[in-house]
């Protein structure tokens, strides 16, 4: 957590690297340099290693060509971001790690991006089939790459919690498609979230804000409510009777 004294020379230092963009890329190579050379002089100062550990990676890697007189590389990080690039990473004893082949020595504490690292995810289309709502979509630890993940929907109203198991689509597991039957309870509205695990990693996000160009929204039913603003939200409407739940499909709990 940042603490109040922490902040100024954090927020300067963040607006220093800030400059490193395209706007860089576009000065002369020789101007290139000076900036990042009276650059090197001032984070000499300010990047303490709490003010370090604050930094996001995007700086956190910038910091470290500049140190190191690193200027093609720094090019590169600085090119590669601007087209929408980013290199993989790697699990280590429960902690993911930026890999970029083109950087050599880079402190491990500039490599972890373990608390920036969230679920890519994408609701593909949405039907009923007798009486179940059909959700298709992938979802993914973002630059993992890893074999069968373990991928569930979960639903929550804010009091209790259901989790949805899934099945996998197609034939590239890694890529995390899968699809998944929803019986709607009583109670809600209930947020749909999707939680992946893999290599010893678990992270969960709300689902279905995220859908591609020309997605459908599913048929209207008179006891179901489908929501897409924000994310996807079913809600059982008030005086119809719920089907019978099926406990090979999900389990229900109290939140802790």
């Avoid at 490599?111 to 920036?116: H, N």
């Avoid at 890893?146 to 099945?167: F, Q, Y």
């Avoid at 498609?177 to 939680?195: K, N, S």
């Avoid at 992946?196 to 969960?204: D, M, N």
Wanted: glycine share 10%; net charge neutral; with cysteine.
């Amino acid at each position: 957590m940042t603490t109040p004294t922490l902040q100024p020379t954090l927020s300067l230092a963040r607006e220093i690297l800030g400059v490193y963009d395209q706007r860089f890329l576009q000065m002369e190579p020789p101007v290139r340099r000076r900036v990042a050379t009276a650059t090197k002089d001032m984070l000499d100062e300010l990047l303490t290693a709490d003010v370090r550990r604050e930094l996001p990676e995007r700086d956190r890697l910038r910091a470290f060509c500049i140190e190191n007189e690193l200027f093609e590389e720094l090019e590169r990080l600085i090119a590669d971001e601007a087209a929408g690039h980013r290199e993989g990473a790697v699990v280590v004893g429960g902690r993911i790690y930026a890999v970029y082949p083109y950087l050599r020595g880079v402190p491990r504490q500039d490599a972890d991006i373990t608390a920036e690292v969230g679920v890519e995810h994408s609701l593909e289309s949405l039907g009923w089939s007798k009486g179940l709502l059909k959700v298709r979509g992938w979802a993914r630890i973002a630059r993992i790459q890893a074999k069968n993940p373990e991928i569930h929907l979960i639903m929550r109203d804010g009091r209790d919690e259901i989790r949805i198991e899934t099945e996998p689509l197609g034939n590239a597991p890694s890529e995390g498609a899968f699809e998944a039957l929803l019986e709607v309870p009583e109670g809600g509205p209930w947020a749909v979230h999707v939680e992946v695990r893999t290599l010893g990693l678990r992270r969960s996000t709300p689902f279905g804000a995220h859908r591609p160009e020309g997605f459908r929204a599913p048929g209207e039913r008179e006891d179901v409510r489908v929501g897409l603003a924000g994310g996807l939200r079913v809600e059982r409407v008030a005086g119809e009777v719920p089907r019978p739940r099926r406990s090979w499909q999900f389990w229900r709990g109290r939140q802790a």
